[in-house]
């Protein structure tokens, strides 16, 4: 080092030697200047080389120095060395401030020895830390020295060397990585299978070391099982193909992945493979699989139940049902009708139970669907009340509904979901209500671009809710402790079906109550708006007359012996010409030989289902009965066990239990048969108390439906009344408005109360005005047509008023 200093001495020497001529060129003081540089740099270094604290950090060896010079103010004034290097370009006039190099502590380190150097004078050598341009703290050894300048201004040089403490420390962490790798392997490998590296710790379970890989082969190290599951790895590899794989070890699972080591030239030169032990994550793997089986065999079973429930609850409650229904129609003494009439009530309660337990299962399972159709929403809840204001009127009580202007009469969304949400909510307003009314409001909360939200409200004047209950009110089987026994009779499913159903909807809902004072439940459902036309095509009403398939004939199979009874009771009452099957063979049979007008199958069946004997017949070109309508009777509720009967080739379906007048109007819509238009002589005509010759109000059904309660009988007549009365009157101020639409949809909704009392002949005038303003659209005058239809209206109601029985009578 004194050699080179001294070698640098003499050519400085001559420079300045050079420089006492008068024509000093700009060339010659620059080169100057940088070997002053140099050796005001390399001189520094020699001393901090002669330092204490630089001997036991020589060891490491010097990487880099450099220097710089600051002032008073610790501004940078000058650099000189691997500033590029440490901390970036930058522009040579756009030097930092010296706080820049260092973070807080070490700064504060820094001006201490600077302060301590302008004090004494005395050189300061001490080890610091700088901040390089990556953010990296970087070992510095520092030398401060104290320069004047003939201006008077103080200048401090900072020299500094740095040592390869960092690379090092580095160098070491890689290797450190390999070889602590967690749970895994990495092998680099020449052509001959050569491990030319080797890392990891994983390997250590197999009892080989890192040291075990270097300089031999595959074939060296591994015994013969796992030399032949790994061979195919490093063999791709070398033919320059990627692999992956699982491989089982010991009992352990590894993933192998392999892949080519490319020269210069693209060729292969050798091959890496890194092996990872997986044997936890199969075992995770393992157990998912494990769970999403026993979920799908839960779910499976849930669903096996839910048929299981439908069918072996569902088919006997049809038979219950329907020989009580046929009891009816029997001469019965007032105990026997009492009798009766409970048997009935306690069938349909444990229906309702069963419809709700099912319902609340499909819905836990996700089988509930939702669907998007554009449907009326005025007509809807018009027909919520028609289907509950009996039950409102059996306990005499008031049965409004309002809805706002600002609410669509058309969006789109799920009837049927929101009729269901409305008549339970109803329904379980009636139900804890004694006096006053019960009220359905529809209102518009707010509109967006494509969407409506709306508000159906259900406020009644009943016992309340208590408010330590309103927080549970829609969990299952949750009820109210207010209220006798009767009263809270149920499962208390309803309220809890109703709130699944409205966040199914993606709505909300809520309750406000006081007990004594009533209570308000509300929904809030978003629709889609729409301007689709959704005039109904009103499906035909057959009444109860059940003489328009006389004639006919018809095949029922059914495997249970009491619902092939009722079958063949109603079939024998409509006299109809039939033959029973009591299994799949035997049907199929019977529809092999002799042509039928309708088939009806139940769905499961021994020998054959009905699903079975439907195919067979469709497939048989020879069958005499491949073309006729089938009708699947089923008790299973899953929707998608209907739609599969549907696929399979059934016209419709009918779900038991069902009622003997549901049955006959399935049957005669499927055969598209007319309604009954009935002439004058068909039934017998009387001359009433006033003299005025009419149609007989006749009263025989609801006899039978009432069991001898008269209230319950006079009830009936004041709500057929009611409606009658509301029905002329709406038909009347249609016509004055020219509202050909609301005066069909008038006479639509009067005529199945009329039909009820056996007026037909008002009954085939209201259909003719029906057909006229909503189907025909004609433009003839229906004036007239009405104006007669309203006289007759007001003689039946004054036939309705004499029907009813005093209440003392016997």
């Not at 020895?113 to 080890?127: A, N």
């Not at 793997?285 to 069918?311: P, Q, T, V």
């Not at 006096?435 to 508000?455: A, M, P, Q, T, W």
Request: hydrophobic share 40%; with cysteine.
């Amino acid at each position: 080092m004194n050699e080179y200093l001294n070698r640098q001495l003499d050519q400085i020497s001559k420079l300045i030697s050079g420089l006492k001529g008068a024509d000093v060129g700009l060339e010659k003081l620059i080169e100057l200047d940088r070997s002053l540089e140099m050796l005001s740099n390399l001189i520094k270094t020699v001393r901090l080389e002669g330092q204490e604290d630089f001997t036991e950090l020589n060891d490491q060896g010097v990487k880099q120095d450099a220097a710089f010079y600051f002032n008073r103010q610790f501004r940078v004034v000058r650099f000189v060395g691997s500033y590029e290097n440490i901390f970036g370009s930058g522009k040579i006039d756009d030097l930092p401030e010296v706080s820049s190099f260092f973070n807080a502590a070490g700064f504060d380190h820094f001006r201490e020895k600077t302060e301590s150097l302008l004090e004494t004078g005395e050189p300061q050598s001490f080890y610091a830390e700088i901040i390089s341009k990556n953010g990296l703290l970087l070992p510095v050894h520092f030398l401060l020295e104290k320069i004047s300048f003939s201006a008077g201004q103080e200048i401090v040089t900072a020299g500094m060397v740095f040592f390869s403490q960092t690379p090092t420390v580095l160098e070491n962490y890689r290797e450190i990585l390999i070889e602590n790798l967690p749970g895994m392997d990495v092998y680099l490998f020449d052509t001959q299978f050569r491990h030319v590296l080797s890392g990891g710790r994983e390997k250590e379970r197999l009892g080989l070391s890192n040291a075990d890989f270097i300089g031999k082969t595959l074939f060296e190290v591994y015994g013969e099982k796992t030399r032949k599951r790994l061979f195919p790895f490093y063999r791709n590899a070398l033919d320059g193909k990627l692999s992956e794989g699982e491989v089982r070890i010991k009992g352990r699972v590894y993933f192998i992945s392999a892949t080519p080591v490319r020269g210069i030239d693209k060729q292969v030169v050798g091959g890496a493979l890194i092996s990872q032990d997986v044997t936890k994550e199969k075992e995770v793997e393992k157990n998912l699989l494990r769970a999403k089986r026993e979920a799908e065999e839960a779910d499976k079973a849930k669903s096996l139940f839910l048929a299981s429930m439908s069918h072996e609850i569902r088919t006997p409650l049809n038979a219950i049902i329907g020989f009580t229904d046929l009891l009816h129609k029997t001469d019965l003494t007032p105990k026997q009708k009492k009798f009766s009439r409970l048997i009935s009530q306690s069938s349909e309660h444990l229906l309702s139970v069963v419809n709700e337990v099912l319902f609340l299962f499909k819905l836990g399972m996700g089988k509930v669907y939702i669907e998007k159709v554009p449907f009326n929403l005025h007509e809807l809840i018009r027909n919520v009340r028609e289907s509950l204001i009996f039950r409102a009127n059996e306990k005499d009580l008031e049965f409004v509904y309002s809805i706002h202007s600002g609410v669509p009469e058309v969006v789109a969304g799920d009837p049927f979901r929101l009729k269901q949400i409305i008549s339970n909510l109803v329904g379980n307003a009636i139900k804890f209500t004694d006096d006053g009314r019960v009220c359905v409001r529809v209102s518009k909360e707010k509109s967006i671009r494509k969407r409506v939200f709306l508000r159906f409200e259900v406020e009644d004047t009943g016992i309340g809710i208590p408010k330590k209950d309103l927080d549970f009110i829609f969990d299952e089987f949750a009820q109210s402790g207010i209220g006798n026994e009767k009263r809270r009779k149920g499962a208390g499913l309803g309220l809890t079906i109703v709130k699944k159903l409205v966040d199914l909807l993606g709505g909300r809902m809520g309750v406000e109550s006081l007990p004594g004072e009533g209570s308000t439940f509300f929904a809030v459902i978003p629709f889609e708006k729409t301007d689709a036309d959704v005039s109904e095509v009103q499906e035909k009403d057959y009444g109860g007359t059940f003489n328009l398939l006389e004639g006919k004939r018809i095949l029922y199979a059914d495997d249970d012996e009491n619902n092939l009874l009722l079958g063949e009771s109603i079939l024998k009452d409509w006299n109809v010409d039939y033959e029973l099957a009591v299994d799949g063979a035997e049907a199929l049979e019977l529809l092999r030989r002799e042509p039928f007008d309708l088939v009806l199958l139940d769905i499961h069946m021994p020998k054959l289902s009905g699903v079975e004997v439907l195919k067979k017949v469709k497939m048989d070109e020879t069958n005499p009965n491949k073309n006729v309508k089938m009708l699947a009777v089923t008790a299973n509720i899953m929707r998608n066990d209907i739609q599969r009967y549907l696929r399979s080739g059934f016209d419709s379906y009918i779900v038991k239990p069902f009622r003997e007048e549901n049955l006959y109007s399935k049957i005669c819509n499927l055969l598209d048969l007319e309604p009954p238009v009935l002439g004058k002589d068909t039934f017998p005509v009387s001359t009433s108390k006033t003299g005025i010759t009419s149609e007989r109000f006749d009263t025989s059904l609801l006899l039978k439906t009432s069991g001898g309660d008269i209230a319950f009988f006079n009830q009936m007549i004041d709500t057929f009344i009611s409606g009658a009365k509301e029905a002329s009157e709406g038909m009347v101020a249609a016509v004055q408005t020219k509202n050909r639409n609301e005066i069909g949809k008038r006479a639509h909704k009067a005529i199945p109360s009329f039909r009820y009392f056996g007026l037909t002949r008002l009954v085939s005038s209201l259909m003719k005005l029906e057909e006229m303003t909503l189907r025909q659209r004609k433009t003839e005058p229906v004036e007239e047509l009405v104006a007669s239809l309203v006289k007759e209206i007001e003689k039946m109601v004054r036939l309705a008023e004499e029907a009813k029985i005093p209440e003392d009578g016997n």
